[in-house]
């Protein structure tokens, strides 16, 4: 099949194996420019195939020569459908990893249940004995409990509606856009997919099985954004889930003191991803964000997040944190000559000048190499098998 992107919106249905491929590779090239420190030897990380979950995983291969497994919810090639992005990058990991001799192994399937966490819970026993870091990178709509219950997060406020400037996908131009506020079922459902609750189950589960050593950390990724986001982001549905994890990382601490657990919150950078990208007015905040950070030279993408965490927010056990406890990877993003600039350009943007102020070049660029695409060197007519 001669694969090409089919966009909506904010999603694209097929993705590119040869594409992903190279994605993957530049990830790991990025990292493979510093010398390897030590750090932790055998790292899970759930929601390992995409984002900030993958860039965890290239990080701490080639920065510490971690062995990695990884869990992700992703569909594989048919005879006629390309498979998920998240699927080829792991294949392509996996094969560059194991070249390159890092153990990396995979599985595929829902983190959510208690199956998955047997498997996870088998494989490490078999192949690993125990991990001393896991990493809690889920983006997912949905979740299906024991009993059998399936809660949907949702993006929306939780006080009034909110109307703001958006980047409309389909034209690059910039309307207006208003979020209605959750509902009670909805904001307490947000919160069950996206908050602790599984982060602290995945724990448990570990060590009640014995496979998560002494003096392990575990870290769980969130995000805080500038004031102008807070009504769909730090004070909305998502918001009231990351709180949720915030104070769950707290429980944590505590549970699993005698275990010499540390559980910590890294707060990091807006990038696009399948999960971000899919937020109201957020693509807009990103690409004028993108746009002045590459402009001051501090623009990072997921892969250069996670190489900065692991060589210089958290060493061992001991982590840089903040006066809440939290690891600040949207340190850059948040400095106050940035947030200015971000905010000077916001007030002043519209349609005709969206190329000017943001970087909307640049936020395509990372929503196309997500998905395999607009790589230069790789021939898009080829024919590729599927299966
Ligand atoms: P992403 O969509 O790229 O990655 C999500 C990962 O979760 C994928 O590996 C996917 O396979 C996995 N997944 C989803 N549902 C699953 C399920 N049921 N079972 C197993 N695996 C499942 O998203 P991302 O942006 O990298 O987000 C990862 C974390 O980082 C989230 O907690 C997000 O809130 C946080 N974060 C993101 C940003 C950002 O701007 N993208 C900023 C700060 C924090």
Redesign the pocket.
């Known amino acids: 099949m001669i694969i090409q992107p089919k966009v909506r919106e904010f999603i694209c249905t097929t993705a590119h194996p040869k594409g992903c491929e190279e994605h993957v590779k530049r990830q790991i090239d990025y990292v493979k420019k510093n010398e390897k420190i030590e750090g932790f030897q055998r790292v899970l990380?759930?929601?390992?195939?995409?984002?900030?979950?993958?860039?965890t995983r290239i990080a701490a291969t080639y920065t510490y020569g971690a062995k990695t497994l990884?869990?992700?919810?992703?569909k594989p090639p048919t005879e006629k459908r390309t498979a998920?992005p998240?699927w080829y990058n792991t294949v392509a990991f996996e094969k560059m990893a194991k070249k390159d001799g890092y153990y990396a192994a995979s599985l595929?399937?829902?983190?959510?249940?208690k199956e998955?966490k047997d498997k996870t819970i088998a494989k490490i026993k078999e192949e690993l004995g125990q991990v001393d870091l896991v990493v809690?990178?889920?983006?997912?709509?949905?979740?299906t409990t024991a009993d059998g219950t399936t809660y949907k997060s949702t993006l929306k406020t939780v006080k009034e509606s909110f109307t703001n400037k958006s980047l409309d996908l389909r034209d690059n131009t910039v309307s207006m856009a208003t979020i209605p506020p959750a509902n009670h079922e909805e904001i307490q459902s947000t919160i069950k997919v996206?908050g602790g609750e599984d982060w602290k189950d995945w724990i448990d589960a570990l060590v009640q099985a014995d496979v998560l050593g002494d003096h392990a950390v575990t870290l769980?990724?969130?995000?805080i954004?500038p004031k102008l986001t807070y009504p769909v982001y730090y004070e909305g549905t998502?918001g009231l889930a990351?709180e949720h994890?915030y104070q769950s990382s707290k429980e944590l601490n505590e549970q699993y003191q005698e275990k010499g657990l540390k559980a910590y919150i890294?707060?990091?950078?807006?990038?696009?991803?399948?999960?971000?990208?899919a937020?109201p007015i957020?693509p807009l905040y990103?690409a004028v964000l993108y746009r002045t950070m590459k402009d001051e030279g501090l623009h990072e993408g997921?892969i250069e997040q996670m190489v900065r965490l692991f060589r210089e927010k958290l060493q061992d056990q001991v982590a840089q944190v903040d006066e809440l406890g939290m690891i600040r990877?949207?340190d850059y993003e948040m400095r106050a000559d940035i947030q200015e600039k971000v905010m000077e350009s916001w007030d002043r943007i519209h349609s005709d000048n969206v190329k000017e102020l943001a970087d909307i070049d640049g936020y395509w660029e990372d929503f196309y190499h997500?998905f395999g695409f607009h790589f230069d060197h790789i021939d898009y007519e080829e024919d590729i098998p599927l299966v």
């Open positions: 990380v759930i929601g390992g195939s995409t984002g900030y979950g993958l860039a990884s869990i992700m919810f992703e998920t998240g595929n399937g829902d983190a959510f249940s998955m809690y990178s889920l983006a997912a709509p949905r979740r996206m769980a990724y969130s995000y954004g998502i990351k994890l890294s707060v990091n950078k807006a990038l696009v991803t399948q999960a971000s990208a937020i957020v990103m997921c990877l949207d997500m």
